[in-house]
């Protein structure tokens, strides 16, 4: 399952627009109410909230052998989000180290180096986001979500009431139930609007929660 296309929510695009632009250096085109950002093979796409400010958790996948590369980068455009005096985050069941940093309306941002995955480091910059490699996904129903996601992508999860991990190495949803912090931060996860293509699945899935609609477009 790859992550093609997510389209979030949030008060004030023209803010986010220039962090995505200045900070990050990525590739943005303007739609009618917002902006799209290209990062590599997907697309992350914000449009105008009608109400509110929602805050999402976004992980950007970059090379396996990056982690110390893409702390640095990431660090000087928006700072590092540190817990227990650590900035880098090991993950032996993903196989994968991670450091983390918000964007300006307070999204979660990750930059997840699984190992063995591949892409450019030399220098380490915008090229070297390769995809949009998770997006959290706010439900009072973990359980009751995973189980749509596993038969519409053919993916095996073992979801806890509070949270679940569903996907793999090429692409994952991160269900959160409302008021889980998004670690490493106390902001804790909420029911908002978010859209989702991803390859690898069949079908159009939606939650009348946020609203939140998922399609599958084969691979």
């Given at each position: 399952m790859r992550l093609r296309h997510v389209t979030l929510a949030t008060a004030d695009p023209d803010a986010l627009r220039q962090?995505?632009?200045?900070?990050?250096?990525?590739?943005v085109s303007d739609t009618a109410d917002g902006f799209?950002?290209?990062?590599?093979?997907?697309?992350?796409?914000?449009?105008?909230?009608?109400?509110?400010?929602?805050?999402?958790?976004v992980a950007f996948s970059v090379p396996g052998?990056?982690?110390?590369e893409a702390?640095?980068?990431?660090?000087?455009?928006?700072?590092?989000?540190?817990?227990?005096?650590?900035?880098?985050?090991?993950?032996?069941?993903?196989d994968a180290t991670a450091v983390y940093a918000t964007d300006p309306a307070g999204n979660v941002l990750e930059l997840l180096a699984r190992d063995g995955r591949e892409g450019p480091t030399d220098p380490f910059g915008?090229?070297?986001?390769?995809?949009?490699g998770e997006i959290g996904i706010t439900t009072s129903d973990v359980p009751w979500a995973a189980d749509r996601l596993d038969r519409a992508f053919g993916l095996e999860s073992d979801p806890r009431e509070e949270?679940?991990?569903?996907?793999?190495?090429a692409g994952a949803f991160v269900l959160a139930t409302p008021?889980?912090?998004?670690f490493p931060t106390d902001r804790g996860a909420e029911i908002a609007p978010l859209s989702v293509v991803a390859e690898g699945g069949t079908g159009a899935l939606s939650f009348a929660e946020g609203p939140v609609s998922v399609v599958g477009i084969g691979d």
């Open positions: 962090f995505y632009v200045e900070a990050l250096g990525l590739p799209v950002v290209a990062v590599g093979r997907s697309a992350l796409e914000f449009r105008a909230a009608d109400q509110g400010d929602p805050c999402y958790h052998d990056s982690a110390d702390a640095d980068w990431l660090d000087d455009r928006a700072g590092l989000l540190a817990e227990a005096g650590r900035t880098q985050f090991r993950y032996e069941f993903l915008p090229d070297s986001l390769l995809d949009v949270f679940a991990y569903v996907g793999g190495p008021g889980r912090e998004w």
